[in-house]
């Protein structure tokens, strides 16, 4: 079981920022008197309507934006902070199982599912990461554990954090670690597909696909008779969402070859914060480029790499469900 959680020591990082931030407002005080020295004499002896009023209010003024910018960004910087505390100190209150988390005080959750998506905003001078959360709560509890289900999952996320995952797990209720999440994914998985063979065929190349399941994905072959011609390889991908992009090449080749997909085998905790959390986070900590995992609905494409001219591509549907399958979780949309 891999456990993923924040472990971050806040106290030695606020004293810094606090330090940081004594530093900032005595250099802003410091030349707000220098700057009232240097300018009041003027404007007492020549009167307001003085030109150096206006160079004083305009200093100000850049002076006061720039400081109400740093203490935001320093706001933003001490919240996070608090609450990867809070996530260390909530993580000594657990002691995780193969199948269960018990905690060494009762605490009030919600039990239910997090989805989350990541996705970049850009436009003529706009560039950022955005997360957009949501936690769909199904049942309410105070107790001192809590069990890790067979409920469906998904991860599907980029190299650059886009992408999205729904995991089951609890958001804390109690005060001390309020909006505190754990979420899980148990690796059980039931495979199927669309149909079971596919061919890609151009000027005499082909390359044909077949496929059938096993307990924790596939195995498969890429039959290619004699040599390509035109082409110069044959790949087999497998897709998590066309439109981001997510993808992981299985295997490229000239010749025929037999392979394996295993999907994760490792049970997943996570331990974060609901404001914190996001698919790029996942993504840094499991070290995936390309993360395709869990239950859901997911594309095999057989590929004919053809220089100088579009590829011939041709694709089957691959479907995996846990033992239970949640259809609701899994057809939910942000």
Known sequence: MKVIYESVDSGIKNK?????????????????????????????????????????????????????????????????SRTEGKIKSIFQFLDIKEDKIYFSIPLKFEEGFFEVKGYR???????????????????KEEKMEFELKNEPFLMVVNP?????????????CDERFRNDIILYSKPIYSVSFSQKKITATYEGDYAELSVYKTSNGFKGS?????????????????????????????IE?????????????ESIVVVSNYEIFSPMILNKKLNIPFLIEGHGTFLLRLTLDIPYKEDIKEELILYTEPGKMNKTFLNSEL
């Open 121 to 139: 905003v850009t436009g003529s001078n706009t560039d950022y990461y955005k997360v957009d959360r949501k936690f769909i709560s199904t049942n």
């Open 253 to 265: 080749s000239k010749q025929s070859v037999e392979f394996e997909y295993k999907f994760l085998e």
């Open 222 to 250: 890429l039959y290619i008779p004699g040599n390509l011609t035109k082409a110069r390889k044959a790949k087999i991908e497998l897709i998590g969402d066309k439109d981001k992009n997510i993808y992981k090449k299985i």
């Open 160 to 172: 650059f954090g886009e992408g999205k995952i729904y995991m089951p797990g609890i958001i804390i």
């Open 16 to 80: 810094i920022i606090y330090l940081l931030l004594f530093i900032f407002f005595g250099f802003l005080t410091l030349i707000i008197v220098v700057t009232l020295i240097i300018f009041i004499p003027d404007l007492l002896q020549e009167g307001i309507a003085n030109d150096n009023i206006i160079k004083l209010l305009i200093i100000l003024f850049i002076l006061f934006g720039f400081s109400s910018m740093i203490i935001r960004l320093i706001k933003n910087i001490l919240k996070t």
